[in-house]
């Protein structure tokens, strides 16, 4: 199964929140990721990685840093990464839920054989809902390698759905391409954050 998350609220997602620019507290805090990257058990290589969010403390001089790890240009889901950074650029703690050896790491075929409309109708019919028939219109065309979209939520979902390509990783340690998308039900009891395999359309 690639149910990452089954929020029984609905609450805002963060599938596109990553910033194209870092910060000069991700900057140090990527610095020194790398440098420490026998310590995380991580080739160099392995500390590849989009900015998710980025707040800081002023009482405490603590800029908070989070990231999500990256191969072949796209986001590994649930490969992630925080660091605290202080004020003078100093690393105060860090911790990483990184995958190690991604250089040597096996892979599914890079390229989707599902487009999203596909992958959301095959996610809504395995999870039942209503409106898995339908057509998704295409608000925001798909840019870039992830081939980042939005489109109608139709009759499946209240707000816009949200997709793009990303890995996650299987039971058998292969990274698995897949649609990261999140669907929230008519019925306003559930916020889906889901991983469909771009391939077979399994959820």
């Not at 009759?155 to 949200?162: A, G, K, V």
Request: charged share 20%; aromatic share 6%.
């Amino acid at each position: 199964m690639l149910v990452l998350l089954l929020s029984a609220l609905v609450c805002a997602p963060s599938l596109f929140a990553q910033t194209t620019t870092r910060s000069a507290a991700a900057e140090a805090a990527l610095s020194h990721f790398r440098a420490q990257h026998t310590t995380y058990r991580l080739a160099e290589s392995d500390v590849s990685a989009v900015v998710t969010d980025e707040y800081r403390t002023a009482h405490l001089g603590v800029t908070h840093v989070y990231f999500r790890q990256t191969h072949a240009g796209l986001e590994i889901l649930e490969a992630t990464a925080n660091a605290n950074v202080r004020d003078d650029g100093s690393v105060s703690s860090l911790r990483s839920q990184f995958l190690p050896n991604l250089a040597s790491r096996r892979t599914s075929e890079p390229r989707p054989a599902l487009d999203a409309p596909e992958a959301i109708a095959a996610a809504a019919a395995a999870l039942e809902l209503p409106g898995a028939a339908a057509g998704f219109a295409v608000q925001e065309a798909a840019e870039g390698l992830a081939q980042r979209q939005v489109l109608d939520g139709g009759q499946l979902s209240l707000e816009p759905i949200p997709a793009r390509l990303a890995w996650v990783q299987d039971d058998l340690g292969t990274l698995r391409l897949v649609w990261s998308i999140a669907i929230a039900t008519l019925d306003e009891q559930h916020w889906w954050d889901l991983a469909v395999d771009a391939h077979t359309g399994q959820v």
